[in-house]
């Protein structure tokens, strides 16, 4: 459209030259001015399209600010619902006979897990009488089985110190978490600052390393309960090798006793 209007406008300012030579009163047409009109026109016609596009850049910059000015404000109103995941209370038990509540206080705050261990199961008794007088295959199986239990007992005693302790930070954690989030949908201008913004960035990153610490204890405990339990299958599997070992020793030193003193009592009678 701009186009044609240029062209028009060039078309008429040349015909008008022409026509006032050819039938005005003594004017003649000069080619200088009209490459003059032909170069102002052309001067306006880009002065008026960087006027209009000059014009649009203000309005879009004005909508931008206005956009960015409230967003904020959306922001903050908009994430401030978030649902917030809290540990949930274990249960308290009947505690029937007396040695159920020291093992829930250990579950929830990580102390006394050891004893706590101790007293809700059968309790840890010293070697075995005889045990010195067993053989050496002998005394190798129940040492193997006794080793199984102390293991046990003491990753049991550590896997509940853990969660107890994890538990019992996770009031401090909550209250660290809504101060952040807080902090986060806040409208004080102050809280939005670029160093208010990376402490609060550092702020949740600490909170997720320690989090991925907790994590990782966690899964430690579960590896070495997996150990453990992958022990007493090995100590199985040993005890029934030395057990059928034995067998055919046995069969072996007995089988020729038992065939000559058969062969006597036949013979006697």
């Not at 300012?13 to 004017?27: D, L, P, T």
């Not at 931008?64 to 540990?87: D, E, F, I, V």
Request: with cysteine; aromatic share 8%.
């Amino acid at each position: 459209m701009k186009s044609t209007i240029f062209a028009a406008a060039i078309t008429l300012a040349v015909s008008s030259q022409v026509a006032c030579a050819q039938f005005g009163s003594g004017i003649v047409f000069d080619p200088t001015q009209s490459g003059h009109a032909i170069q102002q026109i052309t001067q306006g016609n880009q002065l008026y399209t960087t006027t209009v596009q000059t014009t649009r850049n203000v309005i879009a910059a004005y909508n931008l600010a206005q956009r960015m000015a409230s967003l904020p404000q959306n922001l903050y109103t908009s994430y401030s619902n978030l649902g917030r995941q809290q540990w949930i209370v274990l249960t308290r038990p009947a505690n029937t006979y007396g040695n159920s509540l020291p093992w829930m206080n250990a579950a929830t705050t990580g102390n006394g897990a050891s004893s706590a261990n101790q007293t809700s199961s059968f309790p840890r008794s010293g070697q075995i009488s005889g045990y010195s007088a067993l053989s050496s295959q002998g005394q190798q199986a129940i040492a193997a089985q006794g080793a199984t239990v102390d293991l046990s007992d003491a990753v049991n005693a550590s896997n509940l110190q853990t969660v107890g302790t994890i538990r019992a930070n996770a009031t401090q954690r909550e209250v660290d978490i809504s101060q952040l989030e807080a902090a986060s949908h806040s409208s004080d201008p102050a809280q939005h600052t670029e160093m208010a913004a990376l402490q609060r960035i550092n702020q949740a990153l600490l909170i997720e390393l320690r989090t991925q610490q907790e994590t990782n204890q966690i899964l430690q405990g579960q590896a070495l309960q997996q150990i453990v339990g992958q022990k007493v299958q090995q100590d199985n599997l040993k005890a029934l090798f030395q057990a059928g070992n034995g067998y055919q020793q046995n069969f072996n030193y007995l089988t020729p006793q038992q065939t000559s003193a058969g062969t006597q009592w036949a013979f006697h009678y």
